[in-house]
């Protein structure tokens, strides 16, 4: 059983940056690896980056690759998503996930609700 609370979401101008971080609480973080999946309006919910247990393994999608950093602090559980360069299509709703491995589809064991992340143009 883990608990996952998304926060740092907000309103933004294109160009701009914005960190969400993602708490955990429950079942040994350590042992998870952590994602990043986001929900535009009338879009199917997508991958954005996941990062393996120990931090070794990080996966981008290709809309964000060069822009996000996923990263991890095990001893605060938590992870975080630097954004930057933020483009109007990244606004979405943006939730954090665990599951036993890293994977890229959307089928992953615990979920947040979600933060909203607005960009402006």
């Known amino acids: 059983q883990v608990q996952l609370v998304e926060s740092g979401g907000g309103l933004v101008q294109a160009g701009g940056s914005l960190r969400l971080s993602c708490a955990a609480s429950?079942?040994?973080?350590?042992?998870?690896?952590m994602g990043w999946f986001r929900q535009a309006p009338g879009k199917e919910r997508e991958f954005v980056a996941a990062?393996?247990?120990?931090?070794?393994?990080?996966v981008y999608a290709d809309s964000v690759r060069g822009r996000f950093i996923i990263s991890r602090d095990n001893a605060k559980n938590t992870v975080y998503l630097q954004m930057n360069r933020l483009k109007p299509e990244d606004t979405a709703v943006y939730y954090c996930?665990?599951?036993?491995?890293?994977?890229?589809?959307?089928?992953?064991?615990?979920w947040g609700q979600g933060t909203q992340v607005t960009v402006s143009s």
């Open positions: 996930a665990a599951n036993q491995i890293v994977a890229v589809t959307t089928q992953w064991l615990y």
């Open positions: 990062i393996s247990w120990n931090g070794v393994n990080t």
């Open positions: 429950g079942r040994t973080f350590s042992s998870y690896a």
